[in-house]
Structure formats: C-alpha cells, structure tokens
C-alpha cells in the first residue's frame, strides 16, 4: 500500500516541478534531493518507521555488536559485569582480524567447515530425493491419501526437541528399542552415537526424518500446480512415465523446488537443535557442526570465549550469504526470474 | 558496618533458636530487628529422584525457624548448572540467591565477581570445625566465598552376588580389575565395569593411579601430557578395547546407573553421591548386596579425587542475610548429620563425624579415610576449564578416532592456551 501511494504522489509532486520550472517566474532553487524525496516519501518513511526501527533493534543492534566482538579479545572475564556490590568495567581489547586469521589458519575451523558441508548436502539432497518421492506417491489418487498425509506430516507437527529427545531413547546402545529390535533378529546391537561414523549417521538419518514433510508439502503444492494437460499430451505423444517425470514434472516443479532447497539448506547449516541434543557434537568433535561449536565456545567452555564464537558466526553468516548470491546467480544463468 | 551488626545478632539469634525457645531475636547491638523476612531461592544439585527430597526437606525446615523466610527449593541437573548460575548471574537476573557450587566452579565463580565474600558473616561459623580438605576449595584470594557443604571421593561400586556367581574377590590394581572382569563375562556373561565415558572426572583416578595430574599448580607447569597421562589414556583405552570395560559416548549417568541397578555391570566407579539412587536399583533391594571398595590401583598406586560441593551466595542477592543464615544452617552440625544418616554423604564438619548417624553409615565410614587421602586439585579458577578440553580427547580415545599420544598432546596445548605463561 505505502509503496503504491508514495508512487503516485511521487508523479504529482514530478509535474509540479516541471510546470514551476517551465513557467520560470523566479521561484526559490527546487529543494534538494534529500528534501524532496523526504517531502514526497514522508508517508511512506512513516509507515516503514517502525518496522526499521524493530529491525534495528532485534537484528541491526546484534549483528554490529557481534562484527566488533569478534574483532576484540572478549571473554568472560573481561566483559563489563555488575553484580550486586561488585562492578567490574569492561577491559577487553580491539585486537583486529586476529581472531579470523587464527579461525581460517587453524585445523579447527576448516575441519569442522567440512564436516558441515557433508551433512548439508547429504541431508538435503537424501530429504529432497524422499520428499520428491513421496510428493509423487500422495499425488496420485489412492484410498485413504489424506490419511497418509497427515501421518507423514506428523514429524513436522511434533516439536522439534521432543522427536528429538525421542530418538536419543531409539538410539540408546543398550536399552535404545533399535538395539533390541535387532537383537530380536538376532544381530549385535549397533553403537549408534557412540562410535563417530555411525553418530554422523544417526544424526543426518533424524535430520531427514524431521526434514522430508516439508519438502513434501511443499513439492506436492508445486505438483498440484502442474497443469493435467501436459501429462495427457505426453501421454497421447507415447511418452513413458520416466519422460513424462522428467520432461513435465521436474521442469514443472523447479519455481518450487529451487526455494526449497535454498530454504533447507540455510535450515540444515545451521541445524543446532538436532545435532546439539542428539550428541552435543560427540563423540569427541565427530558431529560438531559450525553453530554449535560456536555455542560451545560462548556458553560450554570456560572462561566463555565471546570474541571467537562471534567470529565463527560471521563467518557462518559471511558463508551462507555466499551460497545464496551464487545460487542465484547460477539459477539466473539457466533462466530463472529470480 | 550495618550488616556486620546484624551478622553477630544473627548468630547469636541462631544460637538461642538452636537451644531451644528462639524467641527472643532482638540483637544485643540494639538493632530493633534481626528476625530474618524475605525469600531464598537455592539452586541443588543433588541427584533427582533420591536426594533431592531429603535436601527439599530439609531446606524447607529453615522456614520453620524463620517463619517469615520462604524458602524456594530448586533443583538445577548437576551437568547444566555450572552454566545456568553464569548465565543467570551475568546477566544480573534470575539468578538464585545461594547456589550448591561444586568445589572446581567455586574459585571460578568467586574470580568471575559473581559470589559473596563471606568472612565475618554469620554464613561461617565453627570454621575450624571443617576439614582442612574441604575448606581448601572455598578460599579465593585470602577471602572466603562459599562453606563446605560435602566432600567426597570415588570408589569402586560391585555387586556382591555377581561377584560371588563368578567366585572372583575385588580387583586391587587395574591388571586384577581385568582379569576379574574377564572371569564374570566367562562365568555369567556380563560387562565387568561400566566407565563413564562422556565426563572427564571418572578419567582422574586412572590419571592419578598412574602418577600423572592435569597440571601443577606450585611450578606452573601443564603435565597432563607427560608419559604419565599418556600412559593413563593407554589404560582407559585397553581397559574398553579389551571388553573389560563398557562405555557410551553420550547420557554416560543414566546408563551407567541403570546397567548397575539391573545388574547388567558388575561394577562401576563412582562417589557417595550415587549411593541413594544405586540402592534404590532392584538389584540392591537388600542394601547389604553393594559393596564399596578404593578405586583399582594403578602403577602407582591408589589416586581417587577429591571432589565436592560448597555453598556460595550470589553476590547480587536481594536478600544477603537470609542468604547466609541459610548457607549457616545448611551446613551445620545437625543438617550435616541429617545427610550422612539419611543419603550416606561425607561431612565437612569434624563433629559431625561423631554423630550418631554418621557413625551407623558403613559408607560414611568407608569414604571418610578415602576422603582423606584423596587427590586435591588446585583450587585455580581455571580448575572448572580444565574439563572441557579434557572430556572432548578423553571420549575420542575411547571411541578410537585419536590415539592417547595426540590425546594427551591435544589436551595438553589447550591447557597451555588457558593458563597464559605456563609450563
């Protein structure tokens, strides 16, 4: 509304000028830009006030303060504290690009890059492939599809922790119900988070199990918007199911599924709850992902490294900004719209 | 000099409560009031499930000598708390008024500005009724921040009837503890010890049975890489390797706990504060079934830590008094006595010792010597960092994605980064 308002008025105000100019009857210089943009747009500024300011204060405030502690020395012990009688000022340090160099220079960061890129496009490719699959299953018309539906999109409605909390109990070595089932069947009970390889497993198989609803519902609207026409000229042209899936259906689905995947994987990058619970990043640092070595760093070690967990997370931020300017760009080049 | 006053009245009211009226809590000083109002949370540490009631209880039994106080009893997982009382008390809210500190967070939480010194507050009292031990923890820079309030060791936990199926007696030294394991899984199929492999505080006694220790204070010197801890890394790895040992990389308590009290481990190593729960196991429905003995040898010798919990006053409290007087009667003769009756926890009072109930407790009784001559970590702030480094190379030996050389190594630099210009 604020934008098509402040449009019109600006084409009024835009003859106004013109006609004073062309009438040149010694009329004071026409305002500045800065004036006329602020006189022409003052609604529209007004409107957007708040929202600014709320955006300011909740993500603006925030991020500065975290570029300049991650430019700094600060810990906890030297931040500023008050407690009670005690008032301790703040004493840390501008240090530069200190903490980024040692973060890019060291094993630590790169070796834990790489784990979180495995377990990016391994979660989101196995998720999409499942959710594509599925998608085509409930598209089709079956008895009681609704009832499928709601129970696949049962992970999704559960909260995040609880399921999460749940298949900590699943995956339990001993008393875990996994283990026992195949004990029943007589195989040794597998070292689900305790042994590395198996816990990068475990982690990455309940990330997509959490992960495939939304994939699903969301492919099965882009399928639902595909027109039926296509499928029976296919059809009328001999085309077999392969071709007419990938000639109709996954051209069809590309608006949809490129936002997907881009969604999921900014999603799955930063994916701290299931990692954080399911193993805290364990064995050793076997499943630590970047966000929660970062939140180690600011709230597990001691004394609480602020300066290089705000580190890691400019450099999360400064990586997916990255991923998302190259992905569109990519996706511009094939002939998308974005 | 106003709340020195009150202290000393406080003391004395305490005093007069103690013997037997209480009413008369006007203080000598001419203070018109001293009678404690206001509320007091406490934030617990206590197992969930035993010892919290017994704590709860007694806590709320403050209330009836102070009417006017109301207590609020709040139990915090002794894993989170450390970081919820930071979290809460640098951000200056939410934070409880008195908090059960373990003795390597106490020095940290007193450097960190967030406890109160206590000297000359009526929190202290009879203070050289504490073992020497116990009050090493709660001195941070020649003041006082927090009153014993346990003290503990570790031993090792075994089922006597497992024991006596496989017709083996407790191991004294860590190649017995193997071979006595070996004899129970061939005779009834079961692990011999569980060994909790997510927390670095069940490696100590490997490390100090070897020799070895995580750092030395007096030289400022990091040892935790010396050949010693190389070697005490090499035992927890052969002791899981070889099968005589079962671990888990995550909730290490509960299935430690669990696998014990339904007899599925013979043994495990733990501390006094697993007592109430461990009895409540269906294996352990007759009590005399546990049996408690010092932690395996190593090469040389026997090296338990010494650990336990004190309690600190936040420094921002808006109820300081109540606070201390809380702290005082929370760590008394009578509630200390109370513990070891009821929980089987070690005193940190001398006298308390001499009590009744601390006398009949057969596990009292066996820790008290262990307690004595336990290892004793420097009491440093950096002493509560040191864990974190420690417990991520510890559970990557026994899951085999490091060796104990680079372990030890790895371990060792992060001390180093920690403890600026040491050794």
Redesign the interface.
Known sequence: MAVHTSQSVAKAAGDDVARGRSRGTGNPPPPSRLRRALSVHWYAWTMVAPVVLVIGVIIGYPLVRGVWLSLTDAD??N?A??????Q?PATYEFVGADNYVDALTGTQFLGTLGWTLVWTVSCVSITFCLGMVLANMLNRRFAGRSAYRMALILPWAIPGFVSVFAW?FLY????GLLNKILGGAGVDGVPW????TW?KFSVIAVNVWLGVPFMMVALLGGLQSIPSEQYEAAEMDGATPWQRFRHITLPGLRPVSTTVILLSTIWTFNMFPVIFL???G?????TQILVTQAYKFS??????DFAQSSTWGVLILVLLMLFAVVYRRVLRTQGDNW | MRRGITATALVAALALAATACGGDDKPEGGKSSGELSGTVTWWDTSTVGSEDKVFKKLAEGFEKKHPKVDVKYVNVPFGEAQNKFKNAAQAGAGAPDVIRSEVAWTPEFADLGYLAPLDGTSALKDQDDFLKQAAASTKYKDKTYAVPQVIDSMGVFYNKKIFKEAGVEVPASIADLKTVSKKIKDKTGKTGLYLRGDDAYWFLSFLYGEGGDLVDAADKAVTVDKPQGVKAFEVVKDLVDSGAAKTDATDGWENMQSSFKDGKVAMMINGPWAVADTLAGAEFADKANLGIAPVPAGTAGHGAPQGGHNLAVYAGSENLDASYAFVEYMTSVETQAQTAGELNLLPTRTSAYAKQQAVDSEIVGFFKPVVETAVERPWIPETGSLFAPLVTEYTKVLTGQTTPEKAASATGDSYRKLLKGWK
């Not at chain 1, 339990?172 to 008393?175: F, H, L, M, P, S």
């Not at chain 1, 709230?299 to 609480?304: A, D, K, L, M, T």
Request: net charge neutral; no cysteine.
């Open positions: 906890e012990r931040v504290r008050s407690i009670g009688v005690n301790m900590r339990n070595e001993d008393r988070l305790n042994d590395p816990a399911l193993t805290r364990g064995p050793g640092e076997a709230f597990e070690i001691s004394p609480r």
